[in-house]
């Protein structure tokens, strides 16, 4: 499984920690920065790892920034994304049965090494139910 990555400046050293684990599961990554703990935009990651998932370069996303909220939103401003900002495994299972997303956002600031490894966990081996929630997820993409 390919899997695009990208953090802010707050999240830089999580993310350094959980690349090393992302590897050892077998995943492919491609690191889209940030790449210190010097000010970052979360924006410039977000759109970045949006566009590789959204263009099926990716299988999954991995994004994270202190709060996991603006990283997240910027990540759903793009139209075939449905990111999810999750801090528990089991918000995480649900994002990917319930409504297929396609990218895992994390409050690196809010949780530690192992909480965001089992959240990882979860949903890149949680698979999609389809069924009742597939109209539902088309109704995130048509919008208004």
């Not at 949780?111 to 990882?120: H, T, V």
Request: aromatic fraction near 10%.
């Amino acid at each position: 499984m390919k899997i695009a990555i990208g953090c802010d400046h707050a999240a830089f050293l999580l993310k350094e920690k959980l690349k090393p684990y992302l590897i050892s599961k077998g995943y492919e990554i491609k690191d889209f920065g940030c790449y210190s703990e010097e000010r970052a935009d979360y924006p410039d990651f977000a759109h970045s790892v949006s566009i590789g998932v959204e263009s099926k370069e990716f299988d999954l996303g991995l994004l994270m920034c202190g709060s996991g909220n603006g990283i997240n939103m910027a990540a759903n401003k793009h139209k075939g994304i449905r990111s999810a900002l999750c801090w528990k495994p089991e918000i995480a299972e649900l994002a990917r049965q319930h409504n297929d997303a396609n990218i895992l956002t994390l409050p690196a600031r809010y949780m530690d090494e192992d909480e965001a490894k089992k959240c990882i966990d979860v949903f890149f081996n949680t698979p999609f139910e389809g069924g009742r929630h597939l109209d539902r997820v088309k109704k995130i993409s048509e919008g208004y």
